[in-house]
């Protein structure tokens, strides 16, 4: 039985009374100065589950319309509006009513005392909430977040001290997502060492964790080839042996010799190029036993040593970076562009000049964008069943999703060449200068493009993630004001550095109406405004290149050294 003392302790205050009010006697303060509340959906749902803490209300004048007018709780009451809760816990305030001070003194106090959990705290007690019988649906519903946000907060909580420690020396604060990404490598202090310096120079969590996971699957990949290689028989070198030849050139040169047959010579072996660790060239160390006999030697002639060691290591870094890139890429594409509930702008004004000028990625992948894993993957809630109901600016985003799907099928999927897309001096199934195009528009629909993306983007050749290739770096190679070329400048490798395409974000804006169809030679667009159907115009005399637009033959040189 409680004392008098604790009685009197428990005891509510005389001016706060605890009630159940209904939403319609309640109603946001005349004198709030919050401007922004920032009603998301799964700060809706969260409150429709479950209100953690009552709202702090106190009467309102007889006139007011409402018994009760909120202190603390705005953004409560208008979610609760919104998910249609009939009523509200409140702990009402009488004293409040005859203090207006305290009524603007409390917004600030009540907002100062209040401190956000760091995601990794946030991480850690829904982790051991799951560890104390709650489900993953019940978590979702109780904080309103994702089933992708629940599964990755779950994960960072799963994370080592080894992991929590990566995750400080970043210098960032990582959200659930990026805390999940580590977890990939949670024990393996080399990987999380070099994870964490590339973050801390600049590098995306995703970008630098798909650069190191790519480097492990190739390690591991060449490891158990060697091994294959070995159980068969064949002698794997560093390089290709004084006075060998390799497998291909003596089936040019040799008369009769068969490649097919080669394994069972004596001298039958393999090396690695050091830029592909994935493919195994088969030499002969004995070539004068198939009649031939190499007119120099063929290790000064082939060997991976006479070339430059620097470009070699460009090549190498520039396609682990190409495959990072493309990962981090998708997941904008997908998440962040196409979950839009509108296309960005110049997108009608893109589709209509990617349709009317065919780049060679869409002339081969358009027909059977459709129907690829990768539309998908992009796609996500898009679909053709919208078409009838969709407004104009979805619509936009239909449009864009078969070329966005030829062009990525492109530059990241289409054999193995696609790994060769940054690079001049070699075939891919995307060109640099139409890999420029695509990357250009994402840009400026608001991407932050990675180092080597940047660098096809604005036609400069790619030397490492360390260089500013952002446009403004760039020297255009025509004066203004000449015709003549203007000396090209080398870049941090030795190459000529190929020129700035003049990458203008408003080059399809009108500069009287500020319309980006107009300038483009188009109407606006029908459901915009009031303006009559769309119709084609003729484009202006003195209209620049759109923003993607980069001149094949002029933006882009070869790294020249760089071997295949």
Same mark, same amino acid.
């Given at each position: 039985m409680a004392t008098s003392e604790e009685t009197? %302790?428990?005891?509510?205050? *005389? @001016?706060? /009374?605890? =009630?159940?009010?209904?939403?319609?006697?309640?109603?946001?303060?005349? #004198?709030?100065?919050?401007?922004?509340?920032? %009603?998301?959906?799964?700060? $809706?749902?969260?409150?429709k589950e479950k209100l953690k803490h009552p709202l702090i209300v106190y009467p309102a004048p007889p006139d007011a319309g409402v018994a009760y007018w909120v202190h603390d709780g705005n953004r409560r009451l208008l979610a609760a509006r919104e998910e249609n809760r009939p009523t509200l816990t409140c702990v009402i305030d009488r004293k409040l009513?005859?203090?207006?001070?305290?009524?603007? #003194?409390?917004?600030?106090?009540?907002?100062? &005392?209040?401190?956000?959990?760091?995601?990794?705290?946030?991480?850690?007690?829904?982790?051991?909430?799951?560890?104390?019988?709650?489900?993953?649906?019940? #978590?979702?519903?109780?904080?309103?977040? !994702? !089933?992708?946000?629940?599964?990755?907060?779950?994960?960072?909580?799963?994370?080592t001290a080894q992991g929590r420690q990566a995750a400080q020396a970043t210098q960032y604060d990582l959200d659930f997502e990026e805390l999940a990404l580590l977890?990939?490598? +949670?024990?393996? &202090?080399? =990987?999380?060492?070099? %994870?964490?310096?590339? #973050?801390? @120079?600049?590098?995306?969590?995703?970008?630098?964790?798909?650069?190191?996971?790519?480097? $492990?699957?190739?390690?591991?990949? @060449? /490891?158990?080839?060697?091994?294959?290689?070995?159980?068969?028989?064949?002698?794997? /070198?560093?390089?290709?042996?004084?006075?060998?030849? $390799?497998?291909?050139?003596?089936?040019?040169?040799a008369e009769g010799f068969d490649p097919e047959t080669h394994n069972t010579c004596p001298g039958h072996g393999a090396f690695f190029w050091s830029y592909n660790k994935q493919r195994p060239v088969f030499y002969c160390a004995t070539p004068q036993a198939h009649g031939y006999t190499p007119a120099e030697s063929s290790a000064t002639r082939s060997s991976p040593k006479t070339a430059d060691p620097e470009a070699r290591k460009i090549v190498i870094t520039g396609n682990k970076a190409w495959k990072a890139a493309a990962a981090v890429r998708h997941d904008w594409l997908a998440q962040r562009l196409f979950a839009r509930s509108t296309a960005p702008r110049h997108t009608l004004a893109f589709v209509t000049q990617m349709l009317m000028t065919m780049p060679e990625p869409l002339r081969d992948r358009l027909g059977g964008a459709a129907n690829s894993q990768l539309h998908a993957k992009l796609a996500g809630r898009l679909s053709v069943e919208a078409i009838p109901t969709a407004r104009a600016g979805k619509l936009h985003l239909l449009g864009l999703l078969p070329i966005a799907v030829a062009f990525e099928h492109q530059m990241t999927a289409a054999g193995q060449e696609w790994k060769?897309?940054? $690079?001049?001096?070699?075939? !891919?199934?995307?060109?640099?200068? +139409?890999?420029? %195009?695509w990357l250009r528009y994402l840009i400026e629909a608001g991407y932050e493009a990675c180092p080597i993306e940047l660098a096809v983007a604005h036609g400069l050749p790619?030397?490492?993630?360390?260089?500013?290739? !952002?446009?403004?770096?760039?020297?255009?190679?025509?004066?203004? +004001?000449?015709? *003549?070329p203007a000396a090209r400048e080398t870049d941090l490798a030795g190459e000529e550095a190929a020129p700035d395409a003049g990458y203008n974000p408003d080059a399809f804006?009108?500069? *009287?109406?500020?319309d980006v169809l107009a300038a483009a030679g188009l109407a606006a667009d029908a459901d915009a405004d009031d303006s009559p159907p769309p119709q084609i115009a003729d484009a202006p005399e003195d209209q620049d290149d759109p923003p993607w637009q980069v001149d094949d033959e002029e933006q882009f040189d070869d790294l020249g050294q760089v071997s295949a």
């Amino acid at each position: 039985m409680a004392t008098s003392e604790e009685t009197t %302790i428990l005891a509510a205050p *005389e @001016h706060q /009374t605890l =009630a159940e009010i209904p939403l319609a006697q309640l109603d946001l303060s005349p #004198i709030n100065k919050r401007k922004e509340y920032k %009603i998301t959906a799964g700060f $809706r749902r969260s409150v429709k589950e479950k209100l953690k803490h009552p709202l702090i209300v106190y009467p309102a004048p007889p006139d007011a319309g409402v018994a009760y007018w909120v202190h603390d709780g705005n953004r409560r009451l208008l979610a609760a509006r919104e998910e249609n809760r009939p009523t509200l816990t409140c702990v009402i305030d009488r004293k409040l009513a005859e203090d207006p001070a305290e009524q603007y #003194i409390g917004q600030v106090t009540t907002a100062e &005392q209040r401190e956000d959990l760091t995601p990794q705290e946030k991480a850690d007690a829904l982790f051991e909430a799951m560890k104390a019988g709650a489900s993953k649906s019940g #978590i979702r519903r109780s904080t309103g977040f !994702s !089933s992708e946000t629940v599964n990755a907060a779950l994960k960072a909580g799963a994370l080592t001290a080894q992991g929590r420690q990566a995750a400080q020396a970043t210098q960032y604060d990582l959200d659930f997502e990026e805390l999940a990404l580590l977890a990939e490598f +949670d024990g393996d &202090q080399a =990987a999380m060492d070099q %994870i964490t310096n590339m #973050i801390n @120079h600049g590098r995306k969590v995703k970008y630098a964790v798909e650069y190191v996971k790519t480097e $492990r699957q190739e390690a591991a990949a @060449h /490891t158990a080839l060697v091994a294959e290689l070995a159980q068969a028989g064949v002698p794997v /070198t560093d390089d290709l042996p004084e006075g060998a030849e $390799r497998v291909d050139t003596l089936s040019r040169l040799a008369e009769g010799f068969d490649p097919e047959t080669h394994n069972t010579c004596p001298g039958h072996g393999a090396f690695f190029w050091s830029y592909n660790k994935q493919r195994p060239v088969f030499y002969c160390a004995t070539p004068q036993a198939h009649g031939y006999t190499p007119a120099e030697s063929s290790a000064t002639r082939s060997s991976p040593k006479t070339a430059d060691p620097e470009a070699r290591k460009i090549v190498i870094t520039g396609n682990k970076a190409w495959k990072a890139a493309a990962a981090v890429r998708h997941d904008w594409l997908a998440q962040r562009l196409f979950a839009r509930s509108t296309a960005p702008r110049h997108t009608l004004a893109f589709v209509t000049q990617m349709l009317m000028t065919m780049p060679e990625p869409l002339r081969d992948r358009l027909g059977g964008a459709a129907n690829s894993q990768l539309h998908a993957k992009l796609a996500g809630r898009l679909s053709v069943e919208a078409i009838p109901t969709a407004r104009a600016g979805k619509l936009h985003l239909l449009g864009l999703l078969p070329i966005a799907v030829a062009f990525e099928h492109q530059m990241t999927a289409a054999g193995q060449e696609w790994k060769s897309t940054w $690079r001049t001096d070699k075939w !891919s199934p995307c060109s640099p200068a +139409d890999a420029a %195009i695509w990357l250009r528009y994402l840009i400026e629909a608001g991407y932050e493009a990675c180092p080597i993306e940047l660098a096809v983007a604005h036609g400069l050749p790619y030397v490492g993630d360390d260089v500013d290739y !952002s446009a403004s770096s760039a020297e255009p190679v025509m004066a203004d +004001d000449s015709e *003549e070329p203007a000396a090209r400048e080398t870049d941090l490798a030795g190459e000529e550095a190929a020129p700035d395409a003049g990458y203008n974000p408003d080059a399809f804006v009108d500069p *009287e109406t500020d319309d980006v169809l107009a300038a483009a030679g188009l109407a606006a667009d029908a459901d915009a405004d009031d303006s009559p159907p769309p119709q084609i115009a003729d484009a202006p005399e003195d209209q620049d290149d759109p923003p993607w637009q980069v001149d094949d033959e002029e933006q882009f040189d070869d790294l020249g050294q760089v071997s295949a």
